[in-house]
Every structure is written in structure tokens, then in C-alpha cells.
């Protein structure tokens, strides 16, 4: 028997549908169906999911064991309850209602942290430059170099007013 028909046998004999198996293993019920036709293969992590949630070893899942392994008998109770829908911001795969199109909550956070930083900077500058007591020093006061025009090669001079 192929891992395909265990994946269906198991599921079947608990008595899950591939709608509520798609539900307590947070994947669509096209990727149950894709399993259980061999399409693809579910992962470990899916493998030991399924393992809880049929009750039975991973290895009854992925091949055939010597000695049949059986299911524990079926309890009588009532209807599993309906899991609430998640909207689609509580699954964070689109941004709250608040941010402009295109903005992910990643994309919000990295902004965020980025106009902390530039604010950061900004207050960081100011404070430095208020540590300093010395006036400004005026344009008469400030010593320049004086180019002669004489020697300049291919300067045109402008003169100044």
C-alpha cells in the first residue's frame, strides 16, 4: 500500500473530513487531496501532525509495518465545534485597515525603527552643537587665500564688488 492510500485509510477510519484535517493542520483542503492523490507528499512536520491527529505512529503513515497496526476504537461524541474564521489581518497576510496599499506590518515596523534612528540622530546633532559657547565668526574675520589673478593660467578674472 502507497503512502497515498494509508494518508486516505487513516483519515477515513478516524472519521475526519478533509475539510476539518485541512483545519487542525492549518493547510487548504486541496493540499489534503493532493496527499491523499499522491500529487505531493506532506512534509515531517505535517507528517507528525497527522500522526496526532489520526492516532498513529508517523511510521503507519509512511509504510507498511509487518504487524497491522489498529486504530484505537472511536469514542461516541458530539460534533467537533466550529473553529472560528480568522480575518484576514488576524492571519497577518494583509496589512491593518489604517495603512496606505502596499504597506505590510514588516514594512511599518522597518519605517518605524528608521524614523526612531533619524530622530535619534537629529536630537543627538542638536545637543552637540548647543555644547558649544563660541560665537559665530563673522566673514571680515575669517582668514582667506587671496588668488592672483596674474598667475592663474586661462582664468578669466572676475572681480568682486
Known amino acids: 500500500m502507497e503512502t497515498k492510500q494509508r494518508l486516505n485509510k487513516y483519515r477515513e477510519a478516524s472519521g475526519i473530513s478533509q475539510e476539518r484535517a485541512a ?38 503513515l509512511i509504510k507498511d509495518l509487518e504487524e497491522p497496526f489498529e486504530l484505537p476504537e472511536q469514542k461516541e461524541t458530539a460534533p467537533p465545534a466550529e473553529l472560528p474564521e480568522l480575518s484576514e489581518q488576524e492571519k497577518g497576510e494583509t496589512p491593518p485597515a489604517e495603512a496606505p496599499p502596499g504597506f505590510t506590518r514588516r514594512r511599518v515596523l522597518v519605517l518605524a525603527g528608521l524614523a ?17 559657547n563660541e560665537p559665530p565668526v563673522s566673514n571680515h574675520e575669517m582668514k582667506v587665500e587671496v588668488i592672483d589673478p596674474s598667475t592663474a593660467l586661462h582664468m578669466p578674472f572676475i572681480p568682486f564688488e
Open 23 to 60: 483545519e487542525k493542520l492549518n493547510v487548504s483542503r486541496q493540499t489534503i487531496s493532493r496527499w491523499e492523490n499522491g500529487v505531493s507528499v506532506p512534509s515531517t512536520e505535517n507528517l507528525a501532525k497527522l500522526s496526532e491527529l489520526y492516532h498513529v505512529p508517523v511510521d503507519a
Open 116 to 132: 526612531t534612528i533619524l530622530l535619534a540622530v537629529v536630537v543627538a546633532g542638536v545637543l552637540h552643537s548647543q555644547g558649544r
